[in-house]
């Protein structure tokens, strides 16, 4: 069975910083790419960044390039979301999820399997 269990989140300052985990399961872990995605309150779920298992290859939102960082430890089936320079607008629940395609956009349609999001709020 396919879990993933994204945890990290919290409150913070804007300008502070968050780091994110994502612990996967149940899956061959160097076959899939994995994804960040936020869903911010009445708003649609979408692609933060995107990290490829097999090349390491990354994608990002434009909102988030140069400051966030995903990277991967597969010897511990793990993926880490490194959030700074924070700004109230993150302000949202991250979700990570996993698909065994190959390159595909970083979109939410994209994506196969999801785990319970982690919330994280940035005060002004």
């Known amino acids: 069975e396919v879990q993933l269990q994204a945890y990290g989140g919290g409150l913070v300052q804007a300008g502070g910083f968050l780091r994110l985990s994502c612990a996967a399961s149940?899956?061959?872990?160097?076959?899939?790419?994995i994804g960040w995605f936020r869903q911010a309150p009445g708003k649609e779920r979408k692609g933060v960044a995107c990290?490829?298992?097999?090349?390491?290859?990354?994608v990002y939102a434009n909102s988030v390039t140069g400051r966030f960082t995903i990277s991967s430890d597969n010897a511990k089936s793990t993926v880490f979301l490194q959030m700074n320079s924070l700004k109230p607008e993150d302000t949202a629940v991250y979700h990570c999820?996993?698909?065994?395609?190959?390159?595909?956009?970083?979109?939410?349609?994209?994506?196969?399997?999801w785990g319970q999001g982690t919330q994280v709020t940035v005060s002004s």
């Open positions: 149940g899956f061959s872990f160097d076959d899939y790419d």
């Open positions: 990290i490829s298992n097999s090349d390491a290859s990354t």
């Open positions: 999820a996993a698909q065994p395609r190959g390159p595909v956009p970083c979109a939410r349609d994209e994506y196969d399997y």
